[in-house]
């Protein structure tokens, strides 16, 4: 059941707001001093705050704001309906701003929406703090929405035997996706084969794929078993799918249809038990439609189909990745290295064709190239030097973009600004509550309620 607090000094007022809240099956509990509100925020949970801001006490709904905003969402009341009395109500923290006489459908859709609002985000925070990392050790790096979001299809698929199509651009990571679905599977203690099937020609692909028996071809000394064979009970992943010609689909789909392969030059089957998940970065519908690949085949593969975002649509991975990234560099050349603001700025604004892997790339060459400890602008590809982008990277505000590039809400804001401050003071509380003007017994309040586990982050150090 939400709890909700209500402060007023108005008896009738407290009474007629506890029982619109009542009616919607939320318990109410209301204070007529600051002093009330304080003693009961310290020995009860409230989902939500509902104070009006003009009080008969020394204290005022804003100072409630100020001291329980960390804690729950507030919405102030007030019977001066101002811009003015909005403006500052929103300047100190408060969710939302209500007027005198309200009306009741009013008062509760804002609290309603207060409460799921909050109640979703801590969600989101708490599964990109628990799942995020169970994937990053397979190489996938990302805690947006949409990465997150990906994560949990991976989870729902890794434990079933169904074929999964894995879709997405060049350089966005599709085999860290293949891996992940097989390092998360019952068959992740037996082998996983990548086979890139744009790579080699049909004739060998098939020999690569199916094996060979001897004298089948010329150099062909001794029976070899093919990459299928070698993925027994374990996953079989073939990339770049949509650049096998029209006779090897047929072999695929024999494969995939009957459970059985043949090798080059023998005309007896060989059962074969390995998960087959395919990848490619070409639209295969089109293809089907366009004639160029087996609608049948394209069928068999995508009975499971997942799509690997750009990294143009999760912009506020690119930070995190770029850190990742630097800090493998600066292993490789014993150096400690970080990032300028402006720096950074170009990261962010620039749109990464070549997603992942492009991104991989130029924080390798900038680590090259830098003089100092910093990357600097000039430290990254020249490509990156171009009016638009650092037109793009002029627009934001602070380095932080990654914090506003998906166009959050505020609460999303300030969990993303404690977690860089975090990441920028080495996880040193007391540093943190510093630079955000704030004690420490608030910073945990915060970290509490953004679900981060400050004593884990400070033992990493």
Request: hydrophobic share 40%; proline share 4%; charged share 30%.
């Amino acid at each position: 059941m939400k709890r909700i607090l209500v402060v007023d000094d108005d008896r009738a007022s407290c009474e007629l707001l506890r029982e619109i809240f009542a009616a919607q099956g939320w318990q109410a509990e209301t204070a007529q001093t600051p002093a009330q509100a304080k003693e009961l925020s310290e020995s009860h949970a409230f989902d939500l705050v509902v104070s009006d801001v003009n009080l008969e006490a020394e204290e005022s709904g804003l100072d409630i704001l100020r001291i329980l905003r960390d804690k729950c969402p507030v919405i102030l009341v007030t019977g001066f309906g101002t811009l003015d009395a909005a403006v500052q109500a929103s300047r100190e923290g408060a969710w939302d701003f209500i007027s005198k006489p309200f009306k009741v459908e009013e008062v509760v859709a804002t609290a309603r929406r207060a409460m799921e609002r909050e109640s979703g985000e801590k969600k989101e925070a708490k599964e990109a703090e628990s799942v995020a990392p169970n994937y990053e050790q397979t190489g996938l790096v990302g805690r947006s929405p949409i990465m997150i979001e990906l994560y949990k299809e991976i989870a729902r698929v890794a434990p079933a035997r169904s074929t999964v199509l894995i879709t997405g651009e060049s350089g966005t990571g599709k085999e860290l996706v293949a891996r992940a679905i097989h390092q998360h599977s019952p068959r992740a203690a037996r082998p996983f084969v990548p086979v890139n099937c744009g790579a080699l020609t049909e004739t060998l692909l098939e020999a690569e794929l199916f094996g060979h028996v001897r004298g089948s071809f010329t150099g062909a000394v001794a029976d070899r078993k093919g990459l299928w064979e070698e993925a027994e009970e374990g996953t079989l992943f073939l990339d770049e799918t949509g650049e096998t010609s029209q006779a090897m689909q047929v072999k695929l789909l024999r494969a995939l249809q009957e459970g059985e392969i043949r090798r080059v030059g023998s005309s007896k089957p060989t059962r074969v038990n390995a998960r087959v998940v395919a990848a490619t970065n070409r639209d295969l519908e089109r293809e089907v439609k366009a004639g160029r690949f087996r609608e049948d085949l394209f069928y068999r593969l995508s009975v499971v189909t997942l799509v690997v975002p750009p990294l143009r649509d999760r912009r506020s991975d690119i930070p995190l990745l770029g850190e990742r990234f630097l800090r493998l560099a600066a292993e490789r050349t014993g150096r400690r290295l970080r990032f300028s603001d402006s720096a950074l700025n170009l990261l962010m604004a620039y749109d990464w064709p070549g997603n992942v892997r492009e991104l991989e790339n130029a924080v390798e060459a900038a680590a090259l190239r830098a003089r100092g400890a910093e990357i600097a602008p000039e430290d990254l590809p020249v490509k990156m030097q171009t009016s638009d982008v650092k037109a793009r990277a002029a627009l934001s505000r602070s380095p932080l973009t990654a914090m506003y590039a998906d166009l959050v809400s505020m609460d999303e804001l300030e969990r993303r600004y404690l977690l860089h401050v975090l990441e920028a003071t080495g996880g040193n509380r007391t540093r943190a509550a510093e630079i955000l003007d704030i004690d420490r017994r608030t910073l945990y309040r915060m970290a509490e309620r953004f679900g981060i586990k400050l004593e884990e982050r400070e033992r990493e150090v």
